[in-house]
Protein backbone atom coordinates (compact mmCIF):
# COMPACT_ATOMS: atom_id res chain seq x y z
CA UNK A 1 0.00 0.00 0.00
CA UNK A 2 0.96 3.36 -0.52
CA UNK A 3 2.87 5.31 2.31
CA UNK A 4 0.49 8.39 2.13
CA UNK A 5 -2.62 6.39 3.24
CA UNK A 6 -3.74 6.96 6.47
CA UNK A 7 -3.10 4.40 8.54
CA UNK A 8 -5.63 2.98 11.34
CA UNK A 9 -5.25 1.08 14.11
CA UNK A 10 -8.50 -1.31 14.83
CA UNK A 11 -8.12 -3.08 18.72
CA UNK A 12 -11.08 -5.55 18.99
CA UNK A 13 -11.33 -8.99 20.43
CA UNK A 14 -14.26 -9.76 18.04
CA UNK A 15 -13.61 -11.35 15.35
CA UNK A 16 -17.40 -10.78 13.56
CA UNK A 17 -16.73 -7.14 14.49
CA UNK A 18 -13.67 -6.45 13.08
CA UNK A 19 -14.78 -8.24 9.82
CA UNK A 20 -17.55 -5.72 9.30
CA UNK A 21 -15.59 -2.49 10.46
CA UNK A 22 -13.18 -2.81 8.12
CA UNK A 23 -15.39 -4.10 5.65
CA UNK A 24 -16.99 -0.67 6.29
CA UNK A 25 -14.08 1.15 6.77
CA UNK A 26 -12.42 -0.18 3.55
CA UNK A 27 -15.69 1.42 1.60
CA UNK A 28 -15.68 4.28 2.55
CA UNK A 29 -11.28 5.35 3.18
CA UNK A 30 -8.71 4.42 1.46
CA UNK A 31 -6.49 3.55 3.81
CA UNK A 32 -4.25 1.20 5.69
CA UNK A 33 -5.95 -1.14 8.27
CA UNK A 34 -4.17 -2.51 10.88
CA UNK A 35 -6.48 -5.36 13.28
CA UNK A 36 -5.50 -6.55 16.73
CA UNK A 37 -7.27 -8.28 19.62
CA UNK A 38 -5.69 -6.79 22.59
CA UNK A 39 -3.72 -3.53 23.91
CA UNK A 40 -0.51 -5.31 23.96
CA UNK A 41 0.07 -6.57 20.61
CA UNK A 42 -1.60 -3.20 19.42
CA UNK A 43 1.86 -1.24 21.82
CA UNK A 44 4.00 -3.39 20.37
CA UNK A 45 2.97 -2.78 16.64
CA UNK A 46 2.95 1.14 17.60
CA UNK A 47 6.30 0.99 18.69
CA UNK A 48 7.24 -0.32 15.72
CA UNK A 49 4.85 1.53 13.11
CA UNK A 50 2.86 4.42 14.61
CA UNK A 51 -0.38 4.75 13.66
CA UNK A 52 -1.97 8.53 13.58
CA UNK A 53 -5.47 7.10 14.33
CA UNK A 54 -6.50 4.20 16.70
CA UNK A 55 -10.42 2.72 17.49
CA UNK A 56 -10.17 0.68 20.52
CA UNK A 57 -13.02 -1.57 22.01
CA UNK A 58 -12.80 -0.25 26.03
CA UNK A 59 -12.86 -3.69 27.12
CA UNK A 60 -10.36 -5.73 25.97
CA UNK A 61 -9.45 -8.78 27.41
CA UNK A 62 -5.40 -8.05 28.76
CA UNK A 63 -6.04 -3.71 29.57
CA UNK A 64 -8.66 -1.22 29.77
CA UNK A 65 -9.19 0.86 26.57
CA UNK A 66 -8.95 4.08 28.58
CA UNK A 67 -5.69 3.01 30.28
CA UNK A 68 -4.61 1.93 26.31
CA UNK A 69 -5.83 5.40 25.10
CA UNK A 70 -3.64 7.07 28.07
CA UNK A 71 -0.32 4.91 26.84
CA UNK A 72 -0.81 5.69 22.70
CA UNK A 73 -1.02 9.03 23.77
CA UNK A 74 1.40 9.64 25.26
CA UNK A 75 3.82 8.09 22.92
CA UNK A 76 2.49 10.21 20.32
CA UNK A 77 -0.16 12.79 19.11
CA UNK A 78 -2.70 11.07 17.88
CA UNK A 79 -6.86 10.30 17.10
CA UNK A 80 -8.19 7.87 19.15
CA UNK A 81 -12.03 6.38 19.03
CA UNK A 82 -12.90 4.57 21.65
CA UNK A 83 -16.40 1.78 20.99
CA UNK A 84 -18.29 0.45 24.10
CA UNK A 85 -21.49 -1.41 25.56
CA UNK A 86 -21.86 0.19 28.89
CA UNK A 87 -19.95 2.96 29.34
CA UNK A 88 -19.07 4.17 32.91
CA UNK A 89 -19.07 7.75 33.88
CA UNK A 90 -15.61 7.44 35.13
CA UNK A 91 -14.37 6.39 31.81
CA UNK A 92 -16.22 9.06 29.38
CA UNK A 93 -14.75 11.70 31.42
CA UNK A 94 -11.22 10.36 31.47
CA UNK A 95 -11.45 9.46 28.00
CA UNK A 96 -12.69 12.93 27.38
CA UNK A 97 -9.85 14.10 29.89
CA UNK A 98 -7.08 12.30 27.24
CA UNK A 99 -8.12 13.94 24.61
CA UNK A 100 -10.43 11.03 22.38
CA UNK A 101 -12.10 12.20 19.77
CA UNK A 102 -15.14 10.10 19.82
CA UNK A 103 -16.72 7.48 22.69
CA UNK A 104 -19.20 5.72 20.72
CA UNK A 105 -21.67 3.16 22.12
CA UNK A 106 -22.61 -0.08 20.70
CA UNK A 107 -24.77 -0.94 18.84
CA UNK A 108 -23.98 2.45 16.53
CA UNK A 109 -24.65 2.68 13.17
CA UNK A 110 -21.60 2.43 11.45
CA UNK A 111 -21.88 5.79 9.74
CA UNK A 112 -21.25 7.28 13.22
CA UNK A 113 -17.85 5.73 13.16
CA UNK A 114 -17.37 6.11 9.40
CA UNK A 115 -17.88 9.88 9.84
CA UNK A 116 -15.37 10.38 13.04
CA UNK A 117 -13.05 8.66 10.81
CA UNK A 118 -13.24 11.52 8.07
CA UNK A 119 -12.80 13.89 10.85
CA UNK A 120 -9.98 12.16 12.18
CA UNK A 121 -8.23 11.08 8.87
CA UNK A 122 -8.88 15.25 7.88
CA UNK A 123 -7.32 16.22 11.01
CA UNK A 124 -4.48 14.17 10.91
CA UNK A 125 -4.03 15.54 7.14
CA UNK A 126 -4.31 18.75 8.33
CA UNK A 127 -1.49 18.16 11.18
CA UNK A 128 1.05 16.88 8.95
CA UNK A 129 0.41 19.80 6.43
CA UNK A 130 1.31 21.84 9.30
CA UNK A 131 4.30 19.48 10.38
CA UNK A 132 5.57 19.73 6.85
CA UNK A 133 5.12 23.56 6.62
CA UNK A 134 6.86 23.84 10.17
CA UNK A 135 9.54 21.90 8.74
CA UNK A 136 10.19 23.87 5.80
CA UNK A 137 10.28 27.17 8.14
CA UNK A 138 13.05 25.52 10.10
CA UNK A 139 14.75 24.52 7.29
CA UNK A 140 14.66 28.11 5.19
CA UNK A 141 15.38 30.02 8.94
CA UNK A 142 18.51 27.88 9.68
CA UNK A 143 19.41 28.62 5.89
CA UNK A 144 18.71 32.25 6.36
CA UNK A 145 20.71 31.91 9.63
CA UNK A 146 23.89 30.15 7.47
CA UNK A 147 24.23 32.74 5.09
CA UNK A 148 23.89 35.33 7.57
CA UNK A 149 26.79 33.80 9.56
CA UNK A 150 28.76 33.58 5.86
CA UNK A 151 27.72 37.21 4.82
CA UNK A 152 28.70 38.58 8.29
CA UNK A 153 32.31 37.05 8.14
CA UNK A 154 32.88 38.34 4.57
CA UNK A 155 31.48 41.79 6.16
CA UNK A 156 34.11 41.45 8.51
CA UNK A 157 37.30 40.48 6.34
CA UNK A 158 36.22 43.53 4.19
CA UNK A 159 36.06 45.74 7.26
CA UNK A 160 39.57 44.13 8.68
CA UNK A 161 40.62 44.58 4.66
CA UNK A 162 39.92 48.28 5.02
CA UNK A 163 41.05 48.85 8.26
CA UNK A 164 44.57 47.49 7.26
CA UNK A 165 44.45 49.69 4.15
CA UNK A 166 43.34 52.86 6.07
CA UNK A 167 46.50 52.06 8.23
CA UNK A 168 48.74 51.42 5.52
CA UNK A 169 47.56 54.61 3.84
CA UNK A 170 47.84 56.68 6.88
CA UNK A 171 51.44 55.41 7.94
CA UNK A 172 52.12 56.28 3.86
CA UNK A 173 50.93 60.27 4.59
CA UNK A 174 52.68 60.06 7.93
CA UNK A 175 55.65 59.54 6.02
CA UNK A 176 54.83 61.74 3.02
CA UNK A 177 54.73 64.25 6.01
CA UNK A 178 58.22 63.54 7.86
CA UNK A 179 59.74 63.55 4.01
CA UNK A 180 58.62 67.18 3.61
CA UNK A 181 59.59 68.34 6.32
Known amino acids: MAENLPKIMLVEP ?3 I ?4 VSSISKRLDTQITCVADAESCLDVDLVDPHPIVISEIDLPDMHGVTLA ?3 TTLSRRAMILLT ?3 MPQDSIEAMRLGVRDLLIKPFPVTDLL ?3 DRAVHSCQVHEAHTAKYRRMRKLVR ?16 CRDLVGAHRRLMNRVLESEKTRT
Open 143 to 158: QVLRERRELNERIELV
Open 85 to 87: DDP
Open 70 to 72: EKL
Open 14 to 16: EPD
Open 18 to 21: VEIL
Open 115 to 117: DSL
